[in-house]
Nanobody, 118 residues
């Protein structure tokens, strides 16, 4: 069974920074596309950033230039460095792992809360 565990969320003032971490329970996910999503109340999860097993990245327009996704396959870890945070970034952030061969086969973490407020 695959397990994803997020950490690093918290309360930060606008303009501040946070670094989120996602720990995977198995090295099988080294071949998966990893992503960070966030959810607004009553809405589906929105893609924030994704990264392939080889390191190719994609970002939502709203976070380009501010957020950086990375992964350490040897450590089964995925990270999201968030800089210049805005109140609009406030959300629960979820780690996601998706098969590159079957998009319907994926795993989710439990989420970590990020609150940006003065």
């Amino acid at each position: 069974q695959v397990q994803l565990v997020e950490s690093g969320g918290g309360l930060v003032q606008p303009g501040g920074s946070l670094r989120l971490s996602c720990a995977a329970s198995t090295m099988l996910l080294r071949v998966y596309v990893m992503g960070w999503y966030r959810r607004q109340p009553g809405k589906p999860r929105d893609l924030v950033a994704s990264i392939t097993s080889s390191g190719s990245t994609n970002y939502a327009d709203s976070v380009k230039g501010r957020f950086t996704i990375s992964r350490d396959n040897a450590k089964n870890m995925v990270y999201l460095q968030m800089n210049n945070l805005k109140p609009e970034d406030t959300s629960v952030y979820y780690c996601n792992a998706q098969s590159p061969f079957n998009a319907n086969y994926e795993f989710w973490g439990q989420g970590t809360q990020v609150t940006v407020s003065s």
